[in-house]
Structure formats: C-alpha cells, structure tokens
C-alpha cells in the first residue's frame, strides 16, 4: 500500500524556520516526482512546490520563491521543504503528495494525512 | 497570474446527478489544459477522484466521471449518495511544472 506520512509541522514565530518531512512508502519513491501542496484554514488548496526524480529540478509558487526549499533523500524514501522567513499566512496544513505523470500532463495522487504549520507570535 | 474558477456550492438531492465546472477566468479550458479532481471531506486529506481530465484513479467508483463541456472542464456524479457530501477541487497541470488548483466547490446533498 502507498503511504505518505508528514511529520515536522508545529508553531513557529514570524521570520522563524521550519523542516517538514515525509516518510515515503509502499513504491518505489525514486521513480516520482514529488510534491508540496498547502491549505490554509477554511481555505482551498494550494499547490506549493515540485521536485523532479532526481532533485536536480525544482518548481515553486511565487510565494515561496527565496523563503522555502523543496528537496528529497531516495535513500531514506524521504521528501523535505525547508521554510525560512515564515509569514503569518504560511499558516496552513501541509500536504505531501506523489506527482504521478504522464507524457503530457501531471497529478496528484496520493496525498498523506497532513501536518499543520502555524506561524504566530 | 493564472485563475482557476469553480461554482463556489452546489446541492443536489441523493440518487440526484451534479456536475461541477472547472474553468480558466481568462479564457477557453481546451484540450490544450489537462484536469485532475479531488475529493475533500472535513478535517481529511484530499482523495484524488480523476486525471488526465477524464481517468478516474484506483478505487474510485464509476459513478464519478470527468468531461469537457464547453470551455470548461466538468466533473459528474451520476447517483449521489450522502457521504458524497464533500469539498471538490479541480487542479490544472500549466505545463513546466506549475500547477493550480481552483477555488473548490462545497457539494450539499440534501
């Protein structure tokens, strides 16, 4: 079974750092892209960040661009994003999902539970 | 930037058939566009229900279907059932890596 397991989210001051972390399981976690994706509360979904196979290829929101950095051990099946510089609006539940592709197109599919990032002073 | 828009509610009564719209505010959801949708019940990670626009992922029952209609993508539930009663998002794959989501659909089956 595919299993995606967040961990690392918890209440940080504005300007402050933190690492989420997601356990990867049940496939071959080098093979696929991966993927950040956000929700802020009683808001709507958010995509936040990619990373390619290899972690030579990155991709992220314009909101996040400079502060936040996606990036993934195959080793440990292992996905990252180190956020810097956080925002009272970074407030959100972090998802980790896999990036299933196609030749031409991409999705989501599947997505871990979530961990909740609160920035606040 | 790019903006995504989706019917902010919809209602529709059990064994009822809804279909929600994903669309591009600045112009045509062609062929040229491809659209995943995700189901979200409260205080639950998101579920993916269908990509590629019309490809509904493992598990997902056939009562769910994707289309294009018009200029906009669409999802359908043919027979809904109470626990279908859930947040329903649509996401476009832009191409060089980007993704967006729409703004999500509150469904109420009643």
């Known amino acids: 079974e595919v299993q995606l397991a967040e961990s690392g989210g918890g209440l940080v001051q504005p300007g402050g750092s933190l690492r989420l972390s997601c356990a990867a399981s049940g496939f071959t976690f080098s093979d696929y892209w991966m993927s950040w994706v956000r929700q802020a509360p009683g808001k709507g979904l958010e995509w936040v960040a990619n990373i390619k196979q290899d972690g030579s290829v990155k991709y992220y929101v314009d909101s996040v661009k400079g502060r936040f950095s996606i990036s993934r051990d195959n080793a440990k099946n292992s996905l990252y994003l180190q956020m810097s510089n956080l925002r009272v609006e970074d407030t959100a539940v972090y998802y980790c999902?896999?990036?299933?592709?196609?030749?031409?197109?991409?999705?989501?599919?599947?997505w871990g539970q979530g961990t909740l990032v609160t920035v606040s002073s | 930037q790019t903006m995504v828009t989706q019917e902010p509610s919809l209602s529709v009564s059990p064994g009822g058939t809804i279909t929600f719209t994903c669309g591009l505010r600045s112009g045509s959801l062609s062929s040229n566009y491809y659209t995943s949708w995700y189901q979200q019940t409260p205080g639950q990670a998101p579920r993916t229900l269908i990509y590629?626009?019309?490809t509904r992922s493992s598990g997902v029952p056939d009562r769910f279907s994707g289309s294009i209609l018009g200029n906009k993508a669409a999802l359908t539930i043919t027979g809904a059932q109470a626990d279908d009663e859930s947040d329903y998002y649509c996401?476009?794959?832009?191409?060089?890596?980007?993704?967006?989501f729409g703004g999500g659909t509150k469904l109420t089956v009643l």
């Open positions: 996401a476009l794959y832009l191409g060089g890596g980007i993704e967006v």
């Open positions: 590629s626009t019309n």
């Open positions: 999902a896999r990036r299933d592709c196609s030749s031409t197109n991409c999705w989501f599919d599947p």
